[in-house]
């Protein structure tokens, strides 16, 4: 059984950072790109970031410069360091294991960026 729980999310005010973190279980994680994705109240999901089974990152542009993507394949986990939010980065956060041909999703996590 696929087992993603996420966890990190929480309320911050504008500038300040949050680590969110993704445990994977029941699939071979090494092999697989990892995802950030998030939801925002009435919109779609949207990727944020993602990262290869070598490391290598892919970022939004509406994040670029203050979101870093890691993974660490020997913990199984992938992580998402968040600094300089913004309101805008209000939403729920899901992790995602990026297969074919669907996605294994986390539960998600909520961040909310507020003074």
């Known amino acids: 059984q696929v087992q993603l729980v996420e966890s990190g999310g929480g309320l911050v005010q504008p500038g300040g950072s949050l680590r969110l973190s993704c445990v994977v279980s029941?699939?071979?994680?090494?092999?697989?790109?990892m995802g950030w994705y998030r939801q925002a109240p009435g919109k779609s999901r949207e990727v944020v970031a993602s990262?290869?089974?070598?490391?290598?990152?892919t970022y939004a542009p509406s994040v670029k410069g203050r979101f870093t993507i890691s993974r660490d394949n020997a913990q199984n986990t992938v992580d998402l360091q968040m600094d300089s939010l913004k309101p805008e980065d209000t939403a729920v956060y899901y992790c995602?294991?990026?297969?074919?041909?669907?996605?294994?999703w986390g539960q998600g996590t909520q961040v909310t960026v507020s003074s």
């Open positions: 995602s294991v990026l297969r074919s041909p669907s996605n294994f």
């Open positions: 029941g699939v071979n994680f090494a092999i697989y790109s």
């Open positions: 990262i290869t089974s070598s490391a290598t990152p």
